[in-house]
């Protein structure tokens, strides 16, 4: 399948690396965002390189159930 001009372009997250802050281990992430699997360190959120999305933008957000009427 090949891509045509008129198609739009969806950007997705871009995988980083870095060095854990606590144990140096080499880790990877998404957009800057960091979890350590040897000792358990992360970085806060708001360190990543990209805005994050909305709960509105979710497209997995569950539906909110209907409000039963009570008789």
């Known amino acids: 399948m090949t891509e045509r001009s008129s198609d739009p372009v969806i950007e997705g997250p871009q995988i980083t690396e870095a060095e854990c802050r606590r144990c140096g281990t080499l880790i990877a992430g998404l957009d800057g965002r960091y979890a350590c699997g040897v000792c358990g360190w992360s970085n806060h959120w708001n360190e990543g390189h990209s805005q994050?999305?909305?709960?509105?933008?979710?497209?997995?957000?569950?539906?909110?159930?209907?409000?039963s009427r009570k008789p």
């Open 52 to 67: 994050l999305p909305s709960a509105e933008d979710d497209l997995d957000q569950p539906v909110p159930a209907a409000k």
